[in-house]
C-alpha cells in the first residue's frame, strides 16, 4: 500500500550543487505535484502535471525544473541550488486536477548550505 | 481576497472540549472542499470531504455554508493526538479548475 513515494527523504547540498528529486505513485492517478512548505508557513505549489505529457508551472517555479517521465513518476530538478531552496518538498498526485483529493508522500527534507 | 482563507490560531483548547473553525472561500462557483490534518514535520493527510448536506466521520463534523461561503470542521471530544493543523482545501473555478489550500488552523489540545 506504497502510495506516493519520494526520494530521497533528506539531502543536504552544497550552493550550487544540482539534484533531482524522485516522486512515484501506484495509485493510477492522472495528475501530480510539487509543494514546498518553509516553516510556519503554508503549502506552495512549485509544478504541476495535470495528465501525463503535461507540466505546468506553479506558484513559485523559479529555480526548478520538472519532468513528467511517465503516468506514475514525476520528478524536481534543481539545476543549481541556492540557500533559499532550504525546504521540506511533497510530491502528491490525485485522480484529477480540478476536484478530486490529493495524497502525498512524506516528504523531502532538503538543506543547502 | 484571498481564494481560500483560515484563522491561523493557534486555537488551545482543553482535553475533552469540541473545538470548531471556518474555512472562508471567495469563489462561489466552487464545487468541492476538503479538511486535510498536517503533524508537524509530516505530510498532509486527508481527513475527510465536506458534502452538500454536511457529514460526519465519528467525532468530527464537517459542514458547507454556500450562502455564506465557508465550510466548518467541528471536533467533538477532543483528544490529545487531534492536536495538529488543520488545511481546507477547495476548488476554485476561474476558467480552469485547480484545488487550492489554505494556509492552515493550528490546533493545541492540552490535557
Known amino acids: 500500500n506504497a502510495g506516493v513515494t519520494q526520494t530521497p527523504k533528506f539531502q543536504v547540498l552544497k550552493t550550487g550543487q544540482s539534484m533531482t528529486l524522485q516522486c512515484a505513485q501506484d495509485?493510477?492517478?492522472?495528475?501530480m505535484y510539487w509543494y514546498r512548505q518553509d516553516p510556519g508557513m503554508g503549502l506552495r505549489l512549485i509544478y504541476y502535471?495535470?495528465?501525463?505529457?503535461?507540466?505546468d508551472k506553479g506558484e513559485v517555479p523559479n529555480g526548478y525544473n520538472v519532468s513528467r517521465l511517465n503516468k506514475r513518476e514525476f520528478s524536481l530538478r534543481l539545476e543549481s541550488a541556492a540557500p533559499s531552496q532550504t525546504s521540506v518538498y511533497f510530491c502528491?498526485?490525485?485522480?484529477?486536477?480540478?476536484?478530486?483529493?490529493?495524497?502525498f508522500g512524506d516528504g523531502t527534507r532538503l538543506s543547502i548550505l | 481576497r484571498k481564494e481560500v482563507e483560515q484563522d491561523p490560531g493557534p486555537f488551545n483548547v482543553p482535553e475533552g472540549a469540541t473545538v470548531a473553525f471556518n474555512c472562508t472561500y471567495s469563489n462561489s462557483a466552487s464545487q468541492s472542499f476538503f479538511w486535510y490534518r498536517q503533524d508537524c514535520r509530516k505530510e498532509p493527510k486527508l481527513l475527510m470531504s465536506v458534502y452538500s448536506s454536511g457529514n460526519e466521520d465519528g467525532r468530527f463534523t464537517a459542514q458547507l455554508n454556500r450562502a455564506s461561503q465557508y465550510i466548518s470542521l467541528l471536533i467533538r471530544d477532543s483528544k490529545l493526538s487531534d492536536s495538529a493543523t488543520y488545511l481546507c482545501v477547495v476548488n476554485v473555478i476561474q476558467g480552469a479548475q485547480k484545488l487550492v489550500f489554505g494556509q492552515g488552523t493550528r490546533l493545541t489540545i492540552n490535557p
Open positions: 502528491a498526485s490525485s485522480a484529477d486536477y480540478s476536484n478530486q483529493p490529493q495524497h
Open positions: 502535471s495535470a495528465s501525463e505529457g503535461t507540466t
Open positions: 495509485m493510477n492517478h492522472n495528475s
